[in-house]
């Protein structure tokens, strides 16, 4: 395996009462996209920062390529930065902009041409060379700003809510967009976001935070279908907290809930939470397929139409809420009582926060 590009260990940083990082050891493969996904407090800007070496840690290391980093400024680091505010200068046109990024390579004004057009063309922007940049949408500002951070080939891009700023349709072809120039480059990125839906889509791993600290590292499809802890689980919409009863048989791992049981895979989890996870689109209406299923009785009580689908909250026996949705048309209305199932390897074991 080769060696991580970036590997951050113990690091340690406190503004007053913030404390941003706290004892954070993270590593980056080279060409991943990875994301630092949390909620505003959490960290992650400041986390970004110390990598680009506009603030420094109180205490621990910052490795790139092999090389200790932690108190190099920011420009001997050959790192590259896109901010949520486009940050591109309005008295330069596109390619000026674009060949800024240039300035310090040593590259030759033919070579430089070339470079800004094959750098517009990665981003969309091809023969928007001499375009005004007050003439741009946001869209379009933001794909400068990345072609210009990119222009002296960084050997890693950071990206601190580029998106951010964009109107939904517009961010949402640009998440594709990013993917897409992430592909073509080969390069590293280290990606902010507090939006799971971004973190979801592009990333090849994603490390949620909380409080300067990361609760848990994955795949986005490990992480959105396995969360670790109920901070995580909360953090993606559509996922249900329950209090369960963990016991144990036979080295087997039951769960209860409200007056069901079912046999669950621990995959090796603390049991002492005695939270539960389960993904609203995996409740059944209807009879188990299975009887491994956990199959339970609950009552109707609110339907929410959301376009695609419908939001059913459904009251169990113990009295807790379990929010199942539904995508196709169904005759079910409030105040029915149903018969639901959810196969065991949806039910998730949950570790303590
Ligand atoms: N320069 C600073 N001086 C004082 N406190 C700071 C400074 N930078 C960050 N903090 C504090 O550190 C904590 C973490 O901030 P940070 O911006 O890293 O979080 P974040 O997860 O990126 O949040 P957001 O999404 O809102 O930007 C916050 O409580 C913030 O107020």
């Given at each position: 395996m080769s060696e991580p590009i970036l590997e951050l260990r113990g690091l340690h940083k406190r503004f007053g009462t913030a404390v941003p990082a706290?004892?954070?050891?993270?590593?980056?493969?080279?060409?991943?996209?990875?994301?630092?996904?949390?909620?505003?407090?959490?960290?992650?800007?400041?986390?970004?920062?110390?990598?680009?070496?506009?603030?420094?840690?109180?205490?621990?290391?910052?490795?790139?390529?092999?090389?200790?980093?932690?108190?190099?400024?920011?420009?001997?680091?050959?790192?590259?930065m896109v901010f949520q505010?486009?940050?591109?200068?309005?008295?330069?046109?596109?390619?000026?902009?674009?060949?800024?990024?240039?300035?310090?390579?040593?590259?030759?004004?033919?070579?430089?041409?070339?470079?800004?057009?094959?750098?517009?063309?990665?981003?969309?922007?091809?023969?928007?060379g001499e375009r005004n940049v007050a003439q741009l949408s946001g869209g379009e500002q933001q794909r400068v700003a990345i072609a210009r951070a990119l222009a002296p080939n960084p050997s890693i891009l950071l990206l601190d809510e580029p998106l951010s700023a964009l109107d939904e349709k517009i961010r949402r072809e640009m998440q594709d967009e990013l993917r897409n120039i992430h592909q073509r480059t080969g390069t590293t990125f280290i990606y902010v976001t507090h939006d799971q839906e971004e973190a979801l889509t592009m990333s090849d791993r994603v490390a949620v935070l909380n409080a300067g600290a990361y609760v848990q590292c994955d795949t986005p499809k490990e992480i959105f279908r396995y969360p670790r802890t109920p901070f995580v689980a909360h953090f993606f919409r559509g996922c249900n907290v329950l209090q369960a009863e963990y016991r144990r048989r036979d080295d087997k791992v039951f769960v209860a809930l409200a007056g069901a049981e079912a046999e669950v895979d621990p995959r090796g989890r603390d049991l002492s939470s005695g939270c539960l996870a389960i993904r609203g689109e995996t409740v059944h209406f209807g009879p188990p397929a299975a009887t491994s299923d956990m199959a339970l009785n609950a009552t109707i009580e609110a339907i929410t139409y959301r376009g695609l689908y419908s939001n059913y909250h459904l009251k169990l026996a113990d009295g807790q809420t379990l929010e199942a949705t539904l995508s196709q048309r169904s005759p079910m209305a409030v105040g029915d009582t149903v018969y639901i199932s959810i196969h065991a390897d949806n039910l998730v074991v949950l570790e303590p926060d």
């Open positions: 706290d004892d954070f050891s993270m590593d980056v493969d080279r060409g991943e996209f990875f994301t630092m996904l949390g909620p505003s407090g959490s960290g992650k800007s400041t986390i970004l920062r110390m990598i680009a070496g506009l603030e420094y840690p109180d205490r621990g290391s910052i490795v790139i390529n092999g090389r200790d980093m932690t108190r190099v400024p920011p420009w001997d680091r050959h790192l590259g505010n486009y940050a591109i200068f309005p008295h330069l046109d596109v390619g000026q902009n674009v060949a800024y990024g240039l300035r310090k390579t040593g590259t030759s004004k033919v070579n430089a041409k070339a470079r800004v057009e094959s750098l517009l063309a990665l981003v969309g922007l091809e023969g928007f």
